[in-house]
């Protein structure tokens, strides 16, 4: 990765020339005000620098090209720091060769899709494994256990659908009980109701009438906190006729902007981009008239103390109605975790689950909520804007849990 620092007139036009030069991978690491050196500078409006950090081989070939041949653009005074990597001798492009070299594979669409796939696989065989060695300690425990008639299938069920062994034994041990008391249930509907208790009732966020609502929304990259967002504000919007606005705190992938200012474009609502935790309280203020502000956030490393310490920078100055810990389905008990350790800090938020289209089991979902212990707010079922979300149906999922 290499660092490169523009000066433009404002973020506008700093903008424009980082996704010219170096595309929309590009993530920005710091902006601030800065007076130029010279007396002839003395008085005039300060610029603003903007550091940038890329990936050499992500700038495609033909920019390294021009960034040789063209003279820096107007309004922006950087030192062209062409990577040696990525800058050839010769004029003209090389013929091409059979042989994609790894900067093609990393620009090729079919290559990150094929990456892609391998990450999802790469889940769903630990999520494979994951409910192989719950079953085979199922099996290997099972004479320990006494459950009362009808109990045992249950949970040989659950453990099926990946509930975490130790939740479906907990579960069970429960339900136990409560047959030994009340020898007219059935264990089914007994499991049931536990299940039920523990995947608890939806919170969704709730709008009251005069109030503004400011919703922040937090979780890992890639897990679908823009898309849901997107999701929601269609819904209240379109559906119950809010008035919603978007603050966008995720100034690092500038591809990223672009597709919220988009969906900003097609609902008719405000999207703002917001750069540093200082500009959170104008943008706030730009949104009072609102009656539900969404914040999206970026996603960054579990652990990352930079973002710990933005994330309470958001908290304290906004002070958000709902925290939403967005955490996709298509993930490993392992990696779920350690989400959830990471965001340990931000005591009181809801989870927004995403991608259950993307697995079958609802165990996943289980395990989550007993790790987490937190309420769910929404589930999402899809890429689809605005049908694929709605509140967590608790009841549904035990059916599920259930079959
Ligand atoms: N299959 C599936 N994909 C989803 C869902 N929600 C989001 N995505 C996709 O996940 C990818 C990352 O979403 P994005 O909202 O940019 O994630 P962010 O980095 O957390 O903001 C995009 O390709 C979305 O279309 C979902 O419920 N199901
Ligand atoms: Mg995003």
Redesign the pocket.
């Known amino acids: 990765m290499l660092v490169k620092r523009y000066i433009a007139k404002d973020m506008a036009a700093a903008m424009a020339d980082i996704k010219r030069e170096l595309g929309s991978d590009a993530v920005i690491l710091s902006n601030q005000a800065v007076k130029q050196k010279g007396i002839k500078n003395l008085f005039k409006k300060p610029m603003l620098e903007v550091m940038v950090a890329y990936e050499p081989e992500k700038v495609p070939f033909r920019r390294v090209l021009e960034q040789q041949r063209n003279r820096p653009p107007a309004n922006s005074i950087y030192a062209p720091q062409i990577p040696q990597q990525a800058a050839p001798q010769q004029e003209e492009p090389p013929e091409p060769v059979k042989q994609a070299s790894s900067a093609d594979a990393e620009n090729n669409p079919a290559t990150e899709e094929k990456l892609k796939a391998l990450d999802k696989r790469l889940d769903s065989l630990d999520n494979m494994i994951s409910g192989f060695i719950d079953k085979f300690q199922m099996v290997k425990r099972d004479v320990t256990y006494d459950y009362p008639d009808g109990i045992e299938p249950i949970v040989v069920k659950l453990i099926e659908n990946q509930v975490r062994e130790e939740l479906a034994h907990n579960i069970a041990r429960d339900a136990s009980a409560i047959l030994g008391r009340q020898s007219d249930a059935t264990a089914g509907e007994v499991m049931r109701q536990l299940l039920l208790e523990q995947i608890g009732a939806a919170e969704p966020i709730s709008h009251k009438k005069f109030k503004r609502r400011v919703v922040l929304v937090l979780?890992?990259?890639?897990?679908?906190?823009?898309?849901?967002i997107v999701k929601l504000a269609a819904n209240f919007s379109i559906k119950q006729k809010k008035k919603v606005g978007i603050i966008n705190t995720?100034s690092y992938r500038i591809g990223?902007q672009e597709q919220l200012r988009t969906f900003g474009d097609i609902l008719d609502m405000p999207v703002k981009m917001i750069y540093s935790n200082e500009e959170l309280p104008d943008a706030l203020t730009e949104m009072e008239d609102r009656d539900i502000v969404f914040i999206?956030t970026a996603?960054k490393k579990p652990g990352d103390e930079a973002q710990h310490e933005e994330i309470l920078g958001i908290l304290t100055i906004a002070e958000p109605d709902d925290v939403l810990l967005?955490v996709s389905l298509a993930t490993s008990f392992s990696s779920m975790r350690e989400i959830i350790d990471a965001y340990g800090f931000t005591d009181d938020y809801r989870l927004l689950v995403?991608?259950?289209?993307?697995t079958k089991y609802r165990g996943m979902l289980l395990n989550l909520i007993w790790y987490a212990k937190r309420r769910v707010a929404y589930v999402?079922?899809?890429?689809t804007v605005p049908d694929?979300i709605e509140p967590l149906d608790p009841e549904a999922i035990a059916g599920e849990l259930l079959s």
């Open positions: 979780g890992p990259t890639g897990v679908g906190k823009t898309t849901s995720d990223a999206d996603g967005c995403t991608k259950l289209d993307e999402t079922t899809g890429q694929d």
